[in-house]
């Protein structure tokens, strides 16, 4: 697939002063950055245009209230090699004179956009003050995409706007596993919701050659087949729907796998009474966390060292150790299986992460949000808003 939009490589970036939306959403304990991976993500756009000794404005925000970026700089001048100024707010006099005052080769960290709630409000003098700060701007951060945010689609309105090398290596990575995947294609949905994957399951289903469930929403499928879920989470109100997509999936001709086995528990915080059973006997007060072993095996009738495979969401609660085995085993079956696999959604890249896999799989999004948008098959509005490629 080709990424629609310009990018840092199509347009003259040499000695300009660039307003850069970048990934400093980044973990921070106790004052210090404990997982670089959006970091190094970024770094490639950030090179390059320092290569072109351009100046960068960077710009971002941080998900946890309050969080200020000064450790991000910190964390982002050592893999650089070079300092990272920062500046205590994203707009203002000192914002305003710092940015005058950067030279080319210099890169500027402005503070956390939403310490202004302009920013998720989409503020058109906000953008604009932004905008302000560069000659272009570049989005790279691909996690954010999905919002129309004033850093998102607010700046590309008064500022030309192309994509950095992480965004457009993200979209043209998705796409190209969706549309254009080495087949067979399996699609490994989990997660608690059938309400928030229903655009993703029936999107996908006209795309996969087979698709494995688990996880929480696994139970609203297993209630749809009339099997005893007792009582674990489930959407009542979405076994209909279950119905209707294992019925089209039948008529598409295309294998839908549920679980077998399941590991159920009398409660699970804490943990007690935790077993495996069989799908068909779950007691009524059984609560089920987590797929068994059995039920993992299943992916090697559906995997092939030939095929692509996609995989969005924990098949368990796979924060509590008890009932942490059914994700771990389909990473290893996903790794295994010598096939190509793209891993999106914030709780599977979360748990990639943790259990330190990232290099094990072929790509590892670094958007939760913004990849489920893309394998939803819906535009994203960060990424609508840049230039068009000529």
Not at 70 to 89: H, I, M, N, Y
Not at 138 to 151: N, Y
Request: proline share 5%; aromatic share 4%; charged share 20%.
């Amino acid at each position: 697939m080709t990424f629609p939009k310009q990018t840092v490589k199509d347009v003259d970036v040499q000695g300009k002063k660039i307003l850069l939306r970048t990934m400093l959403n980044v973990p921070i304990k106790d004052g210090v950055v404990s997982d670089t991976m959006r970091l190094q993500a970024a770094l490639p756009t950030i090179q390059y245009l320092l290569d072109q000794n351009a100046a960068l404005v960077l710009i971002s925000h941080h998900s946890t209230e309050g969080q200020t970026l000064a450790p991000a700089a910190k964390s982002l001048s050592d893999l650089l090699g070079q300092e990272v100024q920062f500046a205590t707010d994203c707009i203002g006099n000192e914002v305003e004179s710092a940015v005058a005052g950067l030279q080319a080769g210099q890169v500027l960290m402005l503070e956390n956009l939403r310490f202004h709630p302009e920013e998720e409000a989409n503020d058109p003098e906000f953008a604009k003050t932004l905008a302000s700060y560069g000659e272009l701007f570049v989005q790279d951060d691909f996690t954010t995409c999905h919002r129309k945010h004033a850093s998102m689609v607010g700046v590309p309105q008064y500022l030309p706007a192309v994509a950095g090398l992480e965004v457009a290596l993200e979209v043209e990575t998705i796409d190209a596993a969706i549309d254009e995947p080495k087949r067979p294609l399996v699609a490994v949905s989990g997660g608690a919701k059938v309400s928030t994957k229903v655009p993703i399951l029936s999107f996908l289903l006209g795309k996969v050659d087979s698709l494995f469930i688990g996880g929480a929403m696994a139970n609203t499928f297993l209630l749809a087949k009339g099997l005893p879920i007792g009582k674990s989470l489930v959407e009542a109100d979405q076994v209909e729907l279950c119905k209707k997509i294992l019925a089209e999936a039948e008529t598409q001709g295309k294998t839908v796998v549920l679980p077998v086995d399941v590991v159920v528990a009398k409660s699970v915080d804490p943990p007690s009474d935790v077993r495996t059973v069989s799908v068909n006997d779950v007691a009524d007060d059984d609560i089920i966390a987590d797929i068994g072993a059995q039920s993992v095996a299943q992916l090697d009738s559906v995997l092939s060292a030939d095929g692509t495979i996609i995989w969005n969401g924990p098949v368990g609660i796979f924060e509590t150790p008890e009932f942490a085995s059914g994700t771990a085993g389909v990473a290893d079956k996903i790794i295994a299986s010598g096939g190509y696999s793209v891993i999106g959604g914030g709780d599977t890249c979360d748990y990639v992460d943790n259990a330190h896999l990232h290099d094990k799989f072929s790509f590892v999004s670094t958007g939760g949000g913004a990849s489920l948008e893309l394998m939803s098959g819906n535009t994203l509005p960060g990424v609508e808003a840049l230039l068009d490629k000529k």
